[in-house]
């Protein structure tokens, strides 16, 4: 397994500002994935964090409002743009160890939007 | 395309007692399939994985699954449940080895005493 930290735990931020969570893992992984879960719902994939090259997103999510970056096997951010309070969920970063089928999941970042 | 449906967004039983939650998932390729336990305010803990080998899977705490593909489910049971058991429990299925995951509605288990 992959041990998962992110950072921040929790945000409380104005509408209209971003925020930039971040992914670190203790291994070099192949893939990282940004989910999303608002209240009391399952969970949704964002986007698939590539290394060297652009995040590849799901459908109704879009580069400009969830900018990703992973400039190394071990390490990712997600930023939140021009926030709504719409956009108050957990977000959740997740990688897929080299060999295995299943994803290991950070512990989360907490996001409310005033 | 891939979904999972998960039966009862809340399931109640007592201390003890049989647990059982419903899952069933449509793909069009012989799917991988994950349950994953999230505990109040933390990540998601893989319970157990289906790939392909074993059809009746176990996993930590007691959890065990088995997939019947002329039924599409993979519903998680575990014998006597322990009132630590009380979280949300999510099923994932998946296409690929390590891809993405299309999770099910969840169902939030109670457990009383």
């Known amino acids: 397994s992959a041990v998962i930290s992110q950072k921040p735990s929790r945000d409380i931020c104005q509408r209209g500002t971003s925020l930039t969570i971040q992914c670190q893992v203790d291994?070099?992984?192949?893939?990282m994935f940004w989910y999303r879960q608002q209240p009391g719902q399952s969970l949704t994939l964002i986007a698939t964090?590539?290394?060297?090259?652009?995040?590849?997103?799901e459908s109704g999510f879009v580069i400009d409002k969830f900018p990703i970056s992973r400039p190394n096997l071990t390490f990712s951010t997600l930023t939140v743009s021009n926030m709504s309070p719409e956009d108050s969920s957990i977000y959740l970063c997740?990688?897929?160890?080299?060999?295995?089928?299943?994803?290991?999941f950070g512990p989360g970042t907490r996001l409310t939007v005033t | 395309a891939q979904s999972v449906t998960q039966l009862g967004s809340h399931v109640s039983v007592s201390e003890g007692a049989l647990v059982l939650l419903r899952c069933n998932y449509s793909?069009?390729?012989?799917?991988?399939l994950f349950w994953y336990v999230q505990y109040p305010n933390q990540g998601l803990q893989l319970l157990l994985k289906?790939?392909?080998?074993?059809?009746l899977v176990k996993g930590i705490n007691g959890f065990e699954a088995e997939f019947k593909k002329s039924e599409t489910s993979f519903h998680l049971t575990k014998p006597s449940a322990h009132m630590s058991d009380a979280a949300e429990y999510f099923c994932?299925?998946?296409?690929?080895?390590?891809?993405?995951?299309?999770f099910g509605q969840g169902t939030e288990l109670s457990v009383k005493p």
């Open positions: 997740s990688v897929g160890a080299s060999g295995a089928y299943e994803q290991y």
């Open positions: 291994s070099q992984v192949t893939m």
């Open positions: 964090a590539n290394q060297g090259s652009e995040a590849t997103y």
């Open positions: 793909s069009s390729v012989p799917p991988y």
């Open positions: 289906y790939t392909s080998a074993a059809t």
């Open positions: 994932a299925v998946s296409e690929n080895q390590g891809g993405k995951l299309i």
